[in-house]
C-alpha cells in the first residue's frame, strides 16, 4: 500500500473551493459595513463594496445552477454527503470525547469514518448559514437596485437577521481556516481537498473505520514529504 490514500474526487475539490471563494469575499465585503472608511469607498455613483457584495451574490446564487446543481450529481459527492448527513453511535461518542477533553478528563477518542462528529456538524450549520444568508441576500439585493418591490419593514428585518447570521459565520469560518491551515494534527486534511489525498498514516489515526477501506492512490498522487531532521511527527490520534 503507497503512502498516500485518495480523499477526495477533483469534482469535491471544485465544489469546495468554488463555494468557498465568494463565500470569504462576500463575508469580507459584506463586514466593510462595519469599517466607515470602506463602506463610504465610491466608485462614480455607487459605493463600490456593497456594489460587489451585491454582484457577488447574485453571481453565487446563478453559480448553485450553473456549477453546484451539475457537480452533486456526481456520485462520490453524493456519497460524500450521505456521509455527512449519516449520523451514528460514534458521532455522539465523539462528541463526548471532545467534551471530556475540554474539562482535562482522560478519554479515548472512538473509532472515526471518513468525518467525524465535528465536520459533520460544521458542514449541516454551514449550509443552513448559507441557504439562509443567500435568500436573505437576494432580497436585499433586489432592494439594493429598486425599492418599488419590497415593504420597508421587511427590508429592515431581513437585514438585521443578514447581518446577524454573517457575524455568526465568522467563528464558523475562522475555527475551519484554523484547523485547516495552523492546527498541526489537521492540517493535513488541507492536503486532501488541494491535491486529493492524504498520508495513509494520518487517515489510519484520525479516520480509521475510513482509512483501511480507501482504495489504492492513484497514479500521478503526491509524493510523501521528508521530515526535516528535529522536526515532530503528527501526535497519536487526535480528534479534529
Known amino acids: 500500500m503507497g503512502p498516500f490514500v485518495p480523499r477526495f474526487t477533483r469534482q469535491a475539490r471544485a465544489l469546495h473551493w468554488s463555494l468557498a471563494a465568494p463565500v470569504l469575499l462576500l463575508l469580507l465585503t459584506g463586514l466593510t459595513n462595519f469599517a466607515p472608511e470602506l463602506k463610504a469607498v465610491r466608485a462614480g455613483d455607487v459605493r463600490l463594496f ?85 435568500a436573505t441576500g437576494a432580497v436585499l439585493g433586489i432592494n439594493y437596485f429598486t425599492k418599488r418591490i419590497f415593504d420597508v419593514g421587511l427590508v429592515e428585518t431581513l437585514f438585521t437577521w443578514h447581518t446577524a447570521l454573517s457575524l455568526l459565520a465568522v467563528p464558523l469560518i475562522l475555527g475551519h481556516l ?38 489504492a492512490p492513484a497514479a500521478g498522487a503526491p509524493p510523501p514529504e521528508r521530515t526535516p531532521p528535529g522536526s515532530r511527527k503528527d501526535s497519536p490520534k487526535r480528534p479534529h
Open 178 to 215: 484554523y484547523l485547516a491551515l495552523l492546527h498541526p494534527s489537521t492540517r493535513e486534511s488541507l492536503r486532501g481537498v488541494t491535491r486529493g489525498a492524504v498520508r495513509r498514516d494520518w487517515a489510519e489515526r484520525h479516520h480509521d473505520a475510513w482509512a483501511p477501506d480507501a482504495p
Open 50 to 134: 456593497a456594489w460587489l457584495h451585491v454582484v457577488l451574490g447574485f453571481a453565487t446564487l446563478a453559480a448553485a445552477r450553473a456549477v453546484y446543481l451539475p457537480l452533486l450529481l456526481q456520485r462520490a459527492l453524493r456519497d460524500d454527503l450521505r456521509e455527512l448527513m449519516d449520523v451514528r453511535r460514534r458521532d455522539y461518542l465523539w462528541l463526548q470525547h471532545i467534551g471530556l477533553r475540554a474539562t482535562g478528563a482522560p478519554s479515548r477518542p472512538p473509532s472515526v469514518g471518513k468525518f467525524n462528529a465535528g465536520q459533520k456538524l460544521n458542514t449541516l450549520a454551514t449550509m443552513l448559514l448559507l441557504a439562509v444568508l443567500l
